[in-house]
Structures are given as structure tokens and as C-alpha cells.
Nanobody, 125 residues
Framework: QVHVVESGGGLVQPGGSLRLSCAASGSTLDNYAVGWFRQAPGKEREGVSCIRGGDDNTYYADSVQGRFTISRDNAKNTVTLQMDSLKPEDTAVYYC??????????????????WGQGTQVTVSS
């Protein structure tokens, strides 16, 4: 399992933007699928965006399609999630992880080994 650290969360007004960063240490991310997941209070954890290893194909949940953009910077060994036109329903703790394949949609978090601390995103006026 690649060790990653999430950063960039915060409080933003509806319609605003945030940029989340997923940084890896001890291993390079370029051949891994790197996904962003989120979990709101009382809801399942869900995969919202992923960039596949090798060809960098990108995938998005319907709820964020057209508003979120995932990208990879191999020089910095990071994956970034640019979040625009944020809505109150985007409020959640956001996690990233590097795996062999992409997962979009609801998941059972316990089915995946070790999660990081995550970063809180709050969209509120």
C-alpha cells in the first residue's frame, strides 16, 4: 500500500473552488490508479474521481462530473483534485488512495486496507 497524505480542504462558500492534493512518499504514483473518495456524516463512503495508472484515463461520479477535475503531476508525485462550483452537498471528509484499479460510487470502507486522515471540505454560506 502506497502511503499518501491529503491536504487542501477548508471552508468555502457555495459556488467557490478548492484544490485538494494527494502526495505520496516512499513510492511513485505514476503507475497507480489514484482515487478521491468522500464521506459525509451519516452517509457511505464513495469514490468520486479517479485517474488510472498507465494511460491516465479519468473517471468521475455523476454528482461531480463537469465540476471536478483530477490530474497527475509526476514530477511532484502528487494527484490533484480541482473542485469548482462547489455545493453544500459536497461537504465531506475527502480521502485519496493509490490502488491497482479505479473505483467510482459507494464502497464499504472496511473492504479497503488502511485509509489516511483525510481532509475536511465544508461548503457553507
Amino acid at each position: 500500500q502506497v502511503h499518501v497524505v491529503e491536504s487542501g480542504g477548508g471552508l468555502v462558500q457555495p459556488g467557490g473552488s478548492l484544490r485538494l492534493s494527494c502526495a505520496a512518499s516512499g513510492s511513485t504514483l505514476d503507475n497507480y490508479a489514484v482515487g478521491w473518495f468522500r464521506q459525509a456524516p451519516g452517509k457511505e463512503r464513495e469514490g468520486v474521481s479517479c485517474i488510472r495508472g498507465g494511460d491516465d484515463n479519468t473517471y468521475y461520479a455523476d454528482s461531480v462530473q463537469g465540476r471536478f477535475t483530477i490530474s497527475r503531476d509526476n514530477a511532484k508525485n502528487t494527484v490533484t483534485l480541482q473542485m469548482d462550483s462547489l455545493k453544500p452537498e459536497d461537504t465531506a471528509v475527502y480521502y485519496c488512495r493509490a490502488d491497482l484499479y479505479c473505483v467510482i460510487g459507494p464502497i464499504v470502507a472496511a473492504d479497503f486496507d488502511s485509509w489516511g486522515q483525510g481532509t475536511q471540505v465544508t461548503v457553507s454560506s
